[in-house]
Structure formats: structure tokens, C-alpha cells
């Protein structure tokens, strides 16, 4: 018996009954190829596929040098970043800005500012035009950090806005008014009542470094020592403030603890506080706190910012008791201490203080020490008037 087959027809369906055995499967897909082939339609198969496959190669490799085109792009801009006319312009002017400002503050923290001269000048007069020249050299400032790129910078512009918005009222009580958008104005008339002048001297005392003036002067001292970010290798002066934060962290807790106090017994059996012990943890306190400030004052870092401020803050309120332990602050904010004072104090009450003000002080030290080894900007959210939000690590979790 013989088989006919008619190339004008497939017959593949004809084997589709054979066995499922390797011969079988084999000999089915043999013939089935064979009908293809001889219809033609394999052939246009073939051609579908590997027109299809050189259209996706070359789809492909479009995307491919596309999508490497904009990530060359990319860093490109990154290594040079492209900087508008606009931003060089508001850069220059917050520089500029920043130094005009910086010796306006420094004339209404002059004492000199507020008396009467010879000449004839009144206090009034000579209050009345160096509020002026602050309040617009603050906007300057102001404006100029709103379309800067320098975040070394802008980042004290803030924390000098967050300072302004914290004393509005007493500002408007000498005539500066705070408006929504951060910047002042100024009614001299509010300068000419009887305690005008005063009011104005008190805000801007140097003699306290919690005032007004004294916080906004350590804040601009500040912003014009910072460099522009990248242009300079701080890696030396960030290593010498985490090594003072985390020195100035234990000190505050040892000065906290109650093992620093246990009493020892002299040569007669006499109990008594180990005193050299004591002031020589109190003395590195000391140190390591203007350590820390020396090197982290100039910092951008918001968290850091924000946490050595809160140590000034502590330190200010408590100003009158660490005196009694020999303990002084000048006008900088710098701590020095006199060690005849300190060891004629009474232990106890040096403990007694210590327990509160030296554990809180080592809450905000590791705050810096965590900032600062992180370089985390996790509090850089500045509102419009200036006012931060510190965002602080669980595992320093604490009361500030």
C-alpha cells in the first residue's frame, strides 16, 4: 500500500493518531515540519521572527543608548551642576547681605549705640537708625537665602528667622513687626516712648548670650564662616566636634551619676567627696563643651543646630548656679572655670545640680555626636518663618 501525497494539500492531521512514544512524536513533528516547509507558510514564519527579533534588537539598543544617554546626563549635571544667573545673583547678594547684617547687629549690641553724644546726637536718633539699617539688611539677607544655593549658609538665615519669629513680641514693641513672609518693618515712632531705648538695649544685650542680638550675632558669625558646600575638606574640624560631643556626653553623665560622688576614706578613716576626682570631670566638661562649640558652630546641619542651641539655652538659664561652682560663661558663650571655687563648693549640691542640667546637656551632646557622624539632614525642614523640626534617632530618644 502506497501513499499519495499531494502538495497542494497538508496532511499532517493524518499522524496526529499515532503513539506518543519517542518514534511516534518523532515521526509526526517530522512530517509536520515537512508540510510546513513544502506550504511555504514556515518560511513566513521565519521571516516574522527574525524580522521581529532584529526590530527589538534594534528597539533595544534605542532604549538602551537612550536611557544611557540621560544618565550621562545626569551625572554630568551632578559633577557640574549648572548654576542660573538668578542663583549667582541671590548667592552674591547673601554674601554680601550676610556681612552688612552682621555689623548691623554688632552696632545695637554697642553700648555706645544708646547713650547721648556730645555732639548733640540723641540715643533715640542713633537707636531709631541703626534699627533701620538692621531691618533692611535683614530682608536682604532673607530674600537673597530664598533663591540661594549656598545651604551652609542659608541653613543659619533660618535659624536667624526661627530667633525673629520666637521674639515678635517683644521686636513689635520697639517697632518690628513680623510679617508672613519672614520679613520686617519698621514704625520709629514706637522707638520714641519713654522705654523705647531700653527695650531695644535689652533685646539686643551683649552682655547676655541668650538675648535677641547675642543669638542672632552667634548665628551670623556663623553663616559667614561657612564655606560653600563641597568647596572645602572639613572631615578634620567635624572629627574634632564628635570627638568634643561624645567627650562632653560622658563628662555630663559622669558629673550625673551618683558613682562620681561616692565618698572615700583618707588616711585617718575620714569619709569624704574624692573633690580632685570631681573637678577633674567637671574641668573636662568644660573643655570638651567649647571644644564641641569651636568645632561644631560652623556646622549647616540642622540637627546640629538645633542641639547646640538647646545646650546655650540650658546653659543661659542656669547661668547664676554654675557660678557658684566656679563655673563662668563670657559673652561668647565659652565656659571657664576657677578651680579654688569650685572645690570649696558643696559636693552635694554640685551633684544635686549636676543630676538634671549635666544629663540633659549629654542628651542634646549625643544629638551633636549623632549628627555629626551621620551628616543625616533629617531636620532641614524650614518653614517660612524659619522654625525647624528636629527629627531625632530612636536610640537617642529623649527630653530636650
Known sequence: MSININPKNDYSFMFSSLGSGAAGVGGSNFLMDYASIKSGSYGKLMKAYYSMDQNSSVTASRKRGKGSDIIDRLMEEKRNPKVSKDVQEANAKLTTGLSNLKSSVTALRNDSTFTDTANGKSAVDKVTSALQAYVSDYNDVVTAAKGSTLTNKTAYVANVMSSTAAN???????????????????????VKTPDGV?????LFSSKDIMSYGSVVASRLQFAGAAAVTGA?????????????????????????????YEKIKDKDGKEDYD????FATAKSFVNNYNRMFDAAGSSSNSGV??????????????????????ISVDGKGKMKIDEDTFKKSDMSQVQ????????SIATNASLVDYYMTTQANAANGYNADGTYNVQGSVRYADTV
Open 305 to 326: 543646630v538645633a542641639n547646640l542651641s538647646y545646650i546655650r539655652e540650658k546653659t543661659a538659664r542656669n547661668t547664676n548656679l554654675l557660678e557658684q561652682f566656679g
Open 168 to 190: 515678635a513680641d517683644k521686636l513689635a514693641e520697639i517697632g518690628i513687626s513680623v510679617d508672613s513672609s519672614g520679613t520686617l518693618t519698621f514704625d520709629a515712632s514706637k
Open 232 to 260: 572645602t575638606n572639613t572631615g578634620d574640624k567635624d572629627s574634632e566636634a564628635i570627638s568634643g560631643a561624645a567627650g562632653l556626653k560622658a563628662d555630663g553623665k559622669a558629673l550625673a551619676s551618683d558613682a562620681l
Open 198 to 202: 531700653s527695650k531695644a538695649q535689652e
Open 352 to 359: 544635686k545640680f549636676f543630676k538634671e542640667y549635666g544629663s
Open 275 to 278: 573633690i580632685s576626682k570631681i
